[in-house]
């Protein structure tokens, strides 16, 4: 395996922060497969990843993670509790691809790595709370397989196309953005509805 270029790590690095914030477990077993089977040479202190424990657990992670993940609110509650755990993998990744270099750079890449973590999860997680409005399983079924794709995906473009993955996380970010700015006015909006009909009731 080469050294990764500097395209391939920016999109090691942009690619894996996002879909650590789709999907922590998934990513870290998949970059720890895929570095194994010498389809990339993970940076740094990254190649830990590929530690046959670390793999074992993430898988299991993730399999407890798919089940959750298809059923309406407790989706939204598991994500609730990785608004913690998934930038901070996030983080850590970057953190870890940037053992032994100046630490300004480490500690600036791991905060870029694990804010695009937490710009990720915070699109899927209220784009999943908004699903949640109509509670039928088949809605977060599907929501959820399809994240795990694109999660699968992104691990592919990481290690083949990484110029690719950068360009796209790059749209998704500016997407996310104009999103959650939406839904910020949207759920705004809502409420001051919903206090204004309290404020009816009151006088009648």
Do not use: C
């Amino acid at each position: 395996m080469e050294p990764l270029s500097a395209l391939g790590s920016m999109g090691l690095l942009m690619g894996s922060g996002w879909a650590a914030g789709i999907n922590l477990y998934l990513t870290a077993a998949g970059l720890g497969i895929a570095h194994r089977l010498g389809w990339v040479l993970l940076p740094g202190q990254m190649d830990v990843l590929a530690h046959p424990v670390v793999i074992t657990v993430a898988i299991v992670l993730y399999l407890i993670e798919f089940f959750a993940d298809k059923f309406p609110y407790v989706d939204s509650a598991w994500d609730t509790v990785h608004t913690f755990i998934r930038p901070i993998g996030g983080l850590a990744l970057g953190y870890m691809a940037m053992s032994g270099t100046n630490p300004a750079y480490q500690y600036a890449t791991a905060l870029f790595v694990g804010t695009l973590a937490l710009d990720s999860h915070l699109t899927k997680a209220t784009a999943r709370a908004a699903i949640n409005t109509s509670p039928e399983p088949v809605t977060n079924t599907v929501a959820s397989v399809s994240e795990d794709i694109s999660v699968l995906g992104a691990l592919y473009l990481i290690i083949k196309h990484p110029v690719v993955i950068s360009i796209l996380v790059i749209i998704f970010v500016v997407f996310s953005i104009w999103f959650l700015k939406k839904m910020f006015y949207l759920v705004k909006k809502i409420f001051k509805s919903k206090k204004g009909k309290q404020v009816v009731k009151v006088d009648t």
